[in-house]
Each structure stands twice: as C-alpha cells, then as structure tokens.
C-alpha cells in the first residue's frame, strides 16, 4: 500500500514538473498568455475547390480585389505584375516596370492589402532595393495601359531597426502603416527577434514597436536555423486593429492587438511548446499560410514532420478560427495548397498549387451557409 501511494505522490509530483517546465518556457520566451484551443470543431468538412479559367502566363504570388487577379510574375521579362478579368478569363496586361529608372524597381513585394480613394483602386509595394514605397494606381493604370504611379515615398530601412527589413505592410489610414520587422541571423547560433511597428508613411518615423517574444531561443543543436525558430506567416485584420500569426513549427497562433497592445497566443491542446527548440528534439512543421478577413482566420495546416528541401508535401487542411483562437471548422480541400489569397468584395479564398500554375478558390459563403 506505502508502495503503489509512493508511486502516486511520484506521478503527481512528475505531472506538476513538466506542467512548470512547460510554463517556464513559455514565459520565458513568449510575451503574453497562452490559451489551449479544443478542438470542439466536429469531423473534418472536405470541400471540392472550384476553378478560375485564365488564358495567360498565370505564376506567383497571388492577390485578388473583385475581378481583378493579380501575379507577381518573376517570369514577366519587363514587369513584376500582370493582371486578369477573372469573369473573362483574359489578361488586362503587365505593369510595374524592372529596371532602375525613377519610376522602375529591382524588386517589389507582394501585394497584401488594397484600398480606394474615392473611385480609384490603389495598392501600397514596398522596393526594399530603392529603400522606398510606391503608391500604385490600379484603377488608372488599366483604363491608360501602362503603369500610373501616384506617389513615391522615401522608406530607408537599412539603418533602422538594427538593419532588420521590413515584411509585411498594412496602411492603416493615410499616414499610419503597420509593418513586420523580419529576424535575421546575429551569428550561427542566434538572430534578432520578429516584431511589429507602427510608423508614419510620410516621415517614416517609429512610433510604437509591438514585441511577440522576449527573447531569442540559442541552440546549436537544433535541426532548424535560429532565425526559423518563429519562423510564421500572418496576415492583417482588414480592420487594422489586429494581426495574426501563425508559428511553422508549434500548432500556435498569435494574435496582436494593436489597440491595446496586449498579445495572446493560442495553442492546440496537447501539442509542441517551445521546450520543442531545446536539444537535439524532433521539430515539426505545423502552419504553412494564412489569410483573414473581419470575423475568421484560415490558416493552412500540416502537422507532420518537416519536409526536406526539394521534398512538396500535398498540403490541403484549412483551419478555421475566430479572432478569438476559437477553432470553428477544419476543411480538407481536394487539392494541394502553396499560397492564398482571401478577397472580401466576392467572400472567396483564391489557392494556388504547389506543383501547377492552376487557380482555385473556395466560396466562403458557402462554408458558413
């Protein structure tokens, strides 16, 4: 009897152990309450993807406002972008010029957010190469056939933030941006940290920095890079008012607050925590994508070991969440994904495949009807 009671009071005793280790690391890295997600959503919904026809080159990064598709073409020998009339099917044509005059880029970033003045469609691109913003009219561009530029802004980012570049970009009125600051690597052992900032457009002045972690993770036995241990991907609340985050390699998504600045994380139960990056342990990946609009997430998910680098894994779970962490649906679609785009003027979530220059989406409307 003292025996199987001594074997208890061990058991407790373990249970309580790893229950602080996991919290201490926890704390240690992650700057805000972590919250356990059930998983409450039911079986898993498969849903058949329906077809976009395009008759032309159709490869890249994928944007969509209405019936208008967007590409950032590497293929295009002249231009970054090219645009479709997604009801017809046809190219309207290609746009932003590559070359080095003053109105032309080495490179431009993919479009994650447009917006209107008026009658007028626009998009903010950032040319990290020219350290400046480009204000592209849309709207004006197409009815004239060659690319309206309406405003360049100076944006030198070499000697801000430690040298650190930004990612993501999100004009939340005329002259607030959010922006990500991307990690880079310090040393073979550890990199700076990813955070958000809120700047001003016109005078590209700092006003407020948004930190997700606390501290960088060392560990030269991992099997991942340091700058990958937060490797993720996120997407603004087209509200401006949040992001979302979602970590490649723990089943967590984070979720900032830029109103009171407060960031919440929220974790499958049961699943990885950062005690993960210590030692030699095996590192999954979990989230790959993820796109949003004002009331749900949907972040792409695999949840299986890493791939390696020539390797494609068939990727097609589609997690639902509200801005609350709560998992609402779990879709499995009938083909693979790479990236997506969500347009809120039709409620569609555009795909692309991996191995394919095909199009799909989901209708959205029909997942919550």
Avoid at 229 to 239: G, M
Wanted: glycine share 6%; proline share 4%.
């Amino acid at each position: 009897m003292k025996r199987i009671k001594s074997i208890s009071c061990f058991m407790m005793l373990l249970i309580v152990c790893i229950s602080c280790s996991e919290k201490y690391d926890d704390n240690k890295y992650f700057n805000g309450d972590i919250r356990k997600i059930e998983d409450n959503s039911g079986v898993v919904r498969k849903i058949a993807l329906k077809s976009v026809v395009l008759n032309g080159p159709n490869y890249g990064y994928i944007a969509v406002y209405d019936s208008l598709m967007f590409f950032l073409n590497s293929k295009l020998p002249n231009h970054f972008y090219n645009i479709f009339n997604i009801n017809t099917g046809e190219e309207i044509g290609n746009f932003c010029n590559r070359g080095g005059g003053p109105e032309e880029s080495a490179a431009f970033g993919p479009i994650s957010q447009f917006f209107k003045v008026g009658n007028e469609l626009k998009t903010l691109l950032f040319a990290p190469h020219e350290e400046r913003l480009v204000i592209w009219n849309i709207t004006q561009s197409i009815i004239q056939g060659t690319t309206i530029i309406d405003k360049i802004i100076p944006y030198a980012w070499r000697d801000e933030n430690g040298g650190a570049c930004y990612n993501e970009m999100y004009l939340r009125n005329d002259n607030i941006l959010l922006a990500r600051v991307d990690p880079f690597p310090l040393n073979d052992e550890e990199s700076t940290l990813l955070f958000y900032q809120k700047r001003t457009l016109d005078t590209n002045k700092a006003l407020k920095n948004y930190s997700i972690y606390k501290q960088a993770i060392k560990n030269e036995e991992a099997p991942v890079i340091p700058e990958a241990f937060f490797a993720s991907a996120d997407v603004f609340k087209p509200d401006g008012t949040k992001v979302v985050q979602v970590i490649g390699h723990l089943p967590q998504l984070n979720v900032l607050d830029f109103e009171t600045g407060q960031v919440v994380g929220y974790r499958m139960e049961g699943g990885d925590d950062f005690s993960v990056f210590q030692g030699k342990r095996n590192v999954k990946n979990y989230y790959v994508e993820v796109q949003a609009d004002d009331n749900y997430i949907y972040a792409l998910y695999w949840g299986k070991d890493r791939w390696g680098m020539y390797e494609v894994p068939y990727v097609n779970t589609i997690h639902v969440f509200d801005w609350y962490g709560k998992l609402v649906q779990k879709l499995e679609t009938d083909y693979d994904i790479d990236k997506m785009f969500l347009d809120t003027v039709r409620n569609r979530l555009y795909v692309t495949r991996p191995k394919a220059d095909d199009v799909y989406y989901l209708d959205l409307d029909d997942i919550f009807n």
